[in-house]
T-cell receptor
Framework: QKEVEQDPGPLSVPEGAIVSLNCTYSNSAFQYFMWYRQYSRKGPELLMYTYSSGNKEDGRFTAQVDKSSKYISLFIRDSQPSDSATYLCAMVPNAGGTSYGKLTFGQGTILTVHP | DAGVTQSPTHLIKTRGQQVTLRCSPKSGHDTVSWYQQALGQGPQFIFQYYEEEERQRGNFPDRFSGHQFPNYSSELNVNALLLGDSALYLC??????????????FGPGTRLLVL
């Protein structure tokens, strides 16, 4: 079983839709949670960064972390064709220890927003 | 503000050869991590360098080695290349001890093809 599971999709939505992207994880030591966006043939771009449980909003993007369920989500409101990309969740335990700096990624979800 | 840069962008090698990939971190960052991303997969952590030493290593064989220079730039070396080493190699930088030291910023990657 992978430490981080992410539905690879693909996910296709019309412009203006609300998009929900999700990851589950098994390692309860994970404390820091990130979402990256990766355009085709490019490097991942950091979108959101959350520590522990709770919500964080940045413009059209909202990240949620539910540590009790080991479940994280990214919501995109008013989706645009420019949001079409692969979305990767990533997580890491507390600083220090044997896993310091080692981001563990999900497989990535391919999202297409059509006009 | 200069982001993470990597060179070369593309590389073609044959089995058994050796390859060196290069990375310059984001301005102000002192820590470099390397990841391997196979097609359709999330990035896999190879290792991380801080203060010119390997601080953390993922599940990769000793054929993968690295180096960090006093100016924080880094190299990834892969010996005895296998067909399965074909992938996008990503460099990420961060600032150890910074306010968001868990966040890593990625370069565009080097796409390696082994024939």
């Amino acid at each position: 079983q992978k430490e981080v599971e992410q539905d690879p999709g693909p996910l296709s939505v019309p412009e203006g839709a609300i998009v929900s992207l999700n990851c589950t994880y098994s390692n309860s030591a994970f404390q820091y949670f990130m979402w990256y966006r990766q355009y085709s043939r490019k490097g991942p771009e950091l979108l959101m960064y959350t520590y522990s449980s709770g919500n964080k909003e940045d413009g059209r993007f909202t990240a949620q972390v539910d540590k009790s369920s080991k479940y994280i989500s990214l919501f995109i409101r008013d989706s645009q064709p420019s949001d079409s990309a692969t979305y990767l969740c990533a997580m890491v335990p507390n600083a220090g220890g044997t896993s310091y700096g080692k981001l563990t990624f999900g497989q990535g979800t391919i999202l297409t927003v059509h006009p | 503000d200069a982001g993470v840069t990597q060179s070369p962008t593309h590389l073609i090698k044959t089995r058994g050869q050796q390859v060196t990939l290069r990375c310059s971190p984001k301005s102000g960052h002192d820590t470099v991590s390397w990841y391997q991303q196979a097609l359709g997969q999330g990035p896999q952590f190879i290792f991380q360098y801080y203060e010119e030493e390997e601080r953390q290593r993922g599940n990769f064989p000793d054929r993968f080695s690295g180096h960090q220079f006093p100016n924080y730039s880094s190299e990834l070396n892969v010996n005895a290349l296998l067909l399965g080493d074909s992938a996008l190699y990503l460099c990420a930088s961060s600032l150890t001890g910074g306010a968001s030291q868990e966040t890593q910023y990625f370069g565009p990657g080097t796409r390696l093809l082994v024939l």
